[in-house]
C-alpha cells in the first residue's frame, strides 16, 4: 500500500505540458546562443592579447573559437528559421559592397585557415553592389567556407559576379567534391539528415530558405551545388535576383 501511495503522489507532481513545444525550443536556443556569444567574447580576447600567438595551446584555442563560432551560427540559423516559419524574422536587404563584405567574411576565418595551409581568395569587382540581406547572407556564405575548408585540399576561391541581372556567389574548393546523394536531393536537403554522420541537413535547408527570401518582382533567389567549377571540387552558388 504504501509504494502505490508514492506512485500515486509523484503522478500528481509531475509538471504541466508545456503548450507551445516551439516556443519552449526557441527560447533555450535563444539562451544557448547568449551562452555561446559570452564564450566567443572571452576566447576572442585571450586570442587578441599581446602574446597570445606564443602561447603553448594558440593553435587549440583557434580551433576552439572557430568551433565555437560554428556553434553560434548554427543556433542562429535555427532561431532564423523558427522565425522565417513563424513569419516575424525581421527581413533588411540593404545595398551592399560585395568586396568589403566577403572580405570581412575572409578576416573571421583567416586564423583558421593559416593553421591548416589554407589559401582562400577573392574575386569580387570592387564597384560591386547589391541588395541582400547582410546577415542572412552571411550565414550562408560561412556555411559554405566551413564546408569547403572541411573537404577542401589547399584552396578555397569566392567569387561575386552579376549576370542576367542577378547577383551569382560561388564558393569552390579542390577537394573531391559533393557527394552524389547531396546533389539529388537539392531542394528537399532535409531528407538528407543523418545524425549519424554528422549531417544535419540545417546548413543547406537554411540556404535554399534565405535564396527564396531574396525576390524582385517575379525573380526569386536560387541555391544550387554542383561538382567541378573551376577547381574540379565542390561548387556552392547562390544567385539573388
Known sequence: ???LAERKHDTEILPAPIESIDNFLASSVHDMKNSVTLLLSGL???LGSPGAAKLSTYSELIQANHEAKRIHNQLIQLLAVYKLDQKIYPFDPQYICLADFLSALNDQYAGLLKM???TLEIDADPDLYWYFDEDLVSGVIGNAINNAMRYTRDRIVIGAE???KKLILRIEDNGAGYPSQFIRQQGNFV???NFHEGNTGLGFYFSMLVAR???NHDRVGIFELKNGGS???ACFILQLP
Open 1 to 3: 500500500m504504501m509504494q
Open 44 to 46: 576572442e580576447k585571450t
Open 116 to 118: 591548416h595551409d589554407i
Open 213 to 215: 527570401m531574396h525576390r
Open 231 to 233: 577547381l574540379g571540387g
Open 191 to 193: 531528407q538528407g539528415v
Open 162 to 164: 552579376e549576370h542576367d
